[in-house]
């Protein structure tokens, strides 16, 4: 777009309008990036190619910063849905996505967070075959927001779900916790953490594959995003009605995650992570899975973080997930209230 | 091993603890007056490691906790100002004042309330908003005090008109004397917070071991730091010598930090203060010395604080001095919880109700 006039280097309500600004902006940014035969048949919906059964995930995204170290919101709006979609144990195959734009955003900035998604995408392996523009008043929506559905083919049989975790189970991840959300909050805050601190944002979906087609008997697969680690164990504590063991020692957290939470008063297991999962399977196929994850270019730290066990067998209950710290002593894990806020002292 | 992981490890934990068990041979109550020990303490699961003859206390040490109802109500007030940025500590935000009304919910409602990291950032929006009033809540103890005194020396300096500070700052030493006047609260030791610590050293807290017998320790906020410290309190109930001892000598000095509290007393003064659920306490508040007005919300935007009544069936009060474990509150875990707090010692991160309800297994 280097040869553009001013006024088209700065998006319009115009762009929004349906009409022939809008054709423009369609024509040579989303089918630039986004080229594929489904989105360029231009009709009114996709035609696709899929059989069930099916996964389907929507989300909407409104980081700010809109552009983080390790990501942008465009790798996050591919990551994130392709991710959750293959958490059912499914292959993503298509994605939509939806853009809210503010009036003003500078061009540049949309086609950099446009060819993000298409790197993202292509590296996932999922095509973007529909998509929808709007743009509004300067004010109205913070910059950009973006919203992507995802479509995959369900392979695993059974598929694994929030409910299907068992006593004896092993609870693993695929790497370090709080990377994405110290990443964001310390961009938004403009607090320059001088460290290797960034976004774990990837496509877990290869992995996924990797998991179910050669270990099996996955049990459940959560990406733990907002809320946490925490967060997601107490909510397939509750779905399973199982008492989650998370051994505090064994979880993996950057020192540089670490510090920068103890600086501002908060906690690794409850930030977002966007490029990691969650894997319970039988204790015996545990050592197999760790060692696929970490042959995995997203799964290097990969390590087993804890157990489940019977709600009575224990300290704590059916639902819960109690801590075993590196003491020996335990306490309640619990979901968490709100937001996590920086505190006084 | 770095130094910052030998504070926690496990195995030098165990060592203390069986110390600990082998030579408790009387009943212990501690308070932790600082609620970032009380936190510590659930998180790095000591609790139920202790002998059953310890038992702990929260003390009125968080600051959140001990803003007094009518404070809250003060800030609510402000946020509804047109012409009034608020710039807070982020763990006000949730603060129930009267009515069960906060700063997040007068946020949803179009006041302009900016959560901030530092006063710094709160000078830099006076700055940036010369058109607007930025009010900065000075809520806090020692430790934040002298950082708030500073910014509003900076903001002398740079002559700017719009930056004001609502000095609801609160002093340790005058609650403590409150805590050991009163023979209901039958405390046997306290653990010093350490952060306020480093800021007033030992004198301030020389009284507690002179005129009550009763030992304190500046602590640190890993295990190793507690555990050493209650090691401490039980030998020195063995011997019946008391003192001040200073556990968290790599952060504390035994002379506290001087500047800070030349440059605190520099802009604020001593005054009576409300605490939540305490009541008034002689002297244990901060308030700007005449010169600084200028910088006085409370003056500056002619707010009058009136005493809001307690709120019913809080047992707070009692919680903060140690009269009553949370559990015990007839609303803890009922009609207060986290995500409906009745008192402030639910809704704050360190509050003990809070820690009680999140941590206990």
């Known amino acids: ?345 | 091993m770095n130094v910052a992981e030998s504070f926690r490890d496990p195995a030098l934990c165990k060592g203390l603890l069986e110390r600990l068990h082998s030579e408790l041979d009387q009943p212990l109550r501690f308070m932790e007056v600082c609620g970032t020990h009380t936190v510590a303490i659930f998180q790095s699961g000591l609790r139920p490691l202790l002998p059953e003859g310890i038992t702990h206390l929260s003390g009125p040490g968080c600051p959140v906790c001990v803003t007094h109802e009518s404070e809250v109500a003060a800030f609510l007030d402000l946020a509804g100002r047109d012409d009034v940025i608020l710039a807070t500590f982020g763990d006000l935000m949730r603060v129930p004042g009267p009515k069960g009304r906060n700063l997040k919910l007068a946020k949803a409602e179009g006041a302009r309330i900016e959560i901030v990291y530092s006063p710094i950032d709160a000078l830099q929006l006076a700055i940036k908003n010369p058109g607007d009033t930025v009010v900065f809540l000075g809520v806090g103890f020692e430790t934040t005090a002298p950082t708030i005194a500073g910014t509003v020396l900076m903001a002398k300096q740079q002559g700017l008109n719009n930056f004001k500070v609502l000095s609801f700052h609160k002093l340790v030493p005058p609650a403590l004397k409150v805590l050991l006047d009163d023979p209901e609260c039958a405390i046997d030791s306290f653990l010093l917070p350490g952060h306020v610590s480093t800021i007033l050293g030992l004198e301030p807290y020389q009284f507690v071991a002179q005129n009550y017998k009763t030992p304190g320790v500046i602590t640190g906020f890993d295990p190793v730091d507690i555990l050493e410290s209650l090691l401490i309190m039980v030998e020195q109930r063995k011997k019946e010598d008391y003192s001040i001892v200073n556990q968290y000598k790599r952060a504390v000095s035994d002379s506290g930090n001087a500047r800070a509290r030349e440059v605190m007393f520099s802009v604020f003064e001593t005054a009576d203060a409300l605490w939540r659920g305490v009541g008034c306490i002689p002297e244990s508040g901060l308030v700007f010395r005449d010169e600084f007005s200028n910088f006085d919300a409370l003056k500056a935007l002619d707010i009058t604080v009136t005493e809001a009544p307690p709120t019913p069936g809080c047992k707070c009060g009692e919680v903060l001095k140690g009269k009553m474990q949370p559990g015990d509150c007839p609303l803890f875990g009922k009609g207060c919880t986290p995500a409906k707090p009745v008192g402030p010692c639910m809704v704050s991160t360190e509050g003990s109700c809070a820690a009680y309800y999140k941590y206990s297994v």
């Open chain 1, 1 to 345: 777009m280097s040869k553009a006039t001013l006024a088209e280097q700065t998006l319009l309500l115009d762009h929004g309008s349906g009409g022939q600004a809008s054709n423009r902006l369609i024509g040579s940014l989303f089918f630039k990036y986004f080229d594929n035969p489904i989105l360029n048949a231009m009709n009114d919906a996709a035609r696709l190619e899929i059989v069930g059964p099916l996964s389907m995930s929507t989300d909407s995204y409104t980081v700010d910063p809109i552009f983080f170290p390790g990501g942008d919101i465009g790798t996050l709006a591919v990551h994130g849905t392709v991710n959750d979609v293959a958490m059912m144990g499914a292959r993503p195959k298509y994605l939509s996505c939806g853009f809210i734009l503010e009036e003003g955003l500078p061009m540049e900035t949309l086609e950099r967070i446009v060819a993000s998604m298409a790197n993202a995408a292509n590296e996932a392996g999922v095509t973007i075959v529909t998509g929808d523009t709007k743009v509004v008043p300067r004010g109205a929506v913070d910059k950009v927001f973006i919203n992507t559905t995802g479509i995959g083919e369900i392979f695993a049989s059974p598929a694994p779900t929030g409910s299907s975790a068992q006593p004896g189970d092993a609870v693993l991840v695929s790497g370090t916790m709080g990377d994405h959300g110290l990443t964001v909050l310390s961009g938004r805050e403009g607090l320059n953490f001088a460290t290797d601190i960034k976004s774990d944002s990837a496509p877990l979906n290869h992995m996924v594959e990797a998991l179910i087609s050669q270990i099996g008997d996955i049990h459940v697969l959560r990406d733990p995003t907002r809320g946490g680690l925490a967060t997601t164990l107490n909510e397939i504590a509750g779905q399973s009605g199982v008492c989650i063991n998370l051994r505090e020692g064994d979880v993996p957290v950057r020192e540089s995650v670490r510090n920068g939470c103890s600086f501002l008063g908060l906690d690794p297991l409850y930030l977002a992570n966007e490029g990691k999962l969650i894997c319970i399977l039988p204790q015996e196929k545990a050592q197999a899975a760790l060692e696929l994850m970490r042959s995995m270019p997203y799964g290097a730290d990969a390590a087993q973080v804890g157990t489940v066990r019977n709600g009575d067998d224990g300290p704590g209950k059916a639902g819960q997930v109690v801590l075993e710290t590196p003491l020996g002593g335990h306490r309640l894990l619990a979901m968490l209230e709100g937001e996590q806020l920086p505190r006084i002292c």
